[in-house]
């Protein structure tokens, strides 16, 4: 039996009003096994009394740290990232439509060695910076299915040390795009989730007209209900506000009553739908309790590009979903790919740019922020029975260089030790010395 104790630590659990101030009294985490078994003030004092030897337990002293659960990124493209500098896969408009056409390009010569090689070294990133749930989509319109390859070899590899979900996702469309020998991009999702892929995707706004969009949403239910897979759609990436497919998921989710396993990813539509439509959409989304994952800083980029001023944000309603009660999770989406230059994993500042962009800034909501990254990511991944920081569910935390979840967020703080299983993944030493005398 192996058992760890960590000492010091200001606690916030992602749920409503777990702040951690600075003021409120340093906890004890007692690990046992890779499992929590203990919370609470003076737990060596507790593990001594009950006939425990402190002097056999590794003791890890937080410092008065702020703990919580790992980050979730929740849409992610792994076989995309680094690929922006390859020839010809420039996208010179900066618009979603071009990053398509350039990646459907330039995909030709992938191999599933070279795909796992760079997203290695994405995985990495992340979890530099507090990320150990990762759901990746894996472009199968591509008859040898090679992105879909890597990742699936890639989940099980890293299976230890991050929880990968893979989507299997039409990046050129279920019944826009037809394979050299006929292969629809729906017969491809679906071989795709009898390899083992966790979500059934789709991209109803890239299809050639509405109603191949609309036919597509409903095959996605129809193969997420056949294999008992999770769901997770590009839905409505466009400014167009007549772009209404989540409100056609949704519907399709309720009816088949799984709407908690549906995810409506970027949804930018509705950053620029009237209000009338969002509040009549808002019971149908309430009701079927679908999730929302939202990109701020790839859409920040990619959207409003034919506007000229007023320029729209991009992003999907983050604050009117989160006051009807509607789950919303934050994803980086792109790594230097040809839908965006940049992207290193940090999901502070995915966090910093959604609470700028949704205007949710008073300090309840500073306070509450945490939650877009914690536990409502884990909603979105349908993962929440094995995640928290609760006793009896496995050993997986971060600790924050803040003690309280607005100085975290305020200081946009780096991750200074990541624990999995109560293994330590990694640590990070913040000292600086300046040698200057501050007023």
Known sequence: ?????????????????????????????????????????GLAQQYEAQGGDPAAIEVVDLGGKLVCPPFCDTHLHLDYVFTARKPGAVNESGT?????????ETKSDLTVDEIKQRAKIGIKKEMLHGVQLIRSHADVTDPNLTSLKALLELKEELKDTVTLQIVSFPQEGMYS???????????LVEEGLKM????????PHFEQCREFGEHSMHTVVELASKYDKLIDVHCDETDDPNSRYVELLSAL?????????VTASHTCSLGSADNAYFFHLTKLLKAAHINFACAPTENLYLQGRQDTFPKRRGITRVKELTEAGVNVSLGQDSMQDPWYPLGNGNMMLILDYVLHLAQMMSFEEIDDALKFLTVNGATTLGLRDM???????????IVLDANSVFNAVYERCSVLRSVRAGRTLFTREE?????LALL
């Open 96 to 104: 979603l439509f071009e990053g398509i056409q350039r990646w459907s």
């Open 253 to 261: 989710a309720y009816k088949a009553g799984i709407g908690p396993k």
């Open 177 to 187: 795009y037809e394979g050299p020998h006929g292969e629809s991009g729906a017969e």
């Open 431 to 435: 000292t600086i010395d300046t040698g």
């Open 196 to 203: 083992g892929a966790d979500c059934v995707g789709g991209i």
């Open 387 to 397: 995640y928290g920081l609760e006793t009896g569910k496995p050993a997986n935390f």
């Open 1 to 41: 039996m192996t058992t760890t104790l960590f000492t010091n630590a200001h606690i916030a659990t992602g749920e409503p009003g777990s702040t951690a101030a600075s003021t409120l009294p340093l906890q004890d985490i007692l690990v046992t096994d890779g499992v929590f078994t203990a919370f609470g003030p």
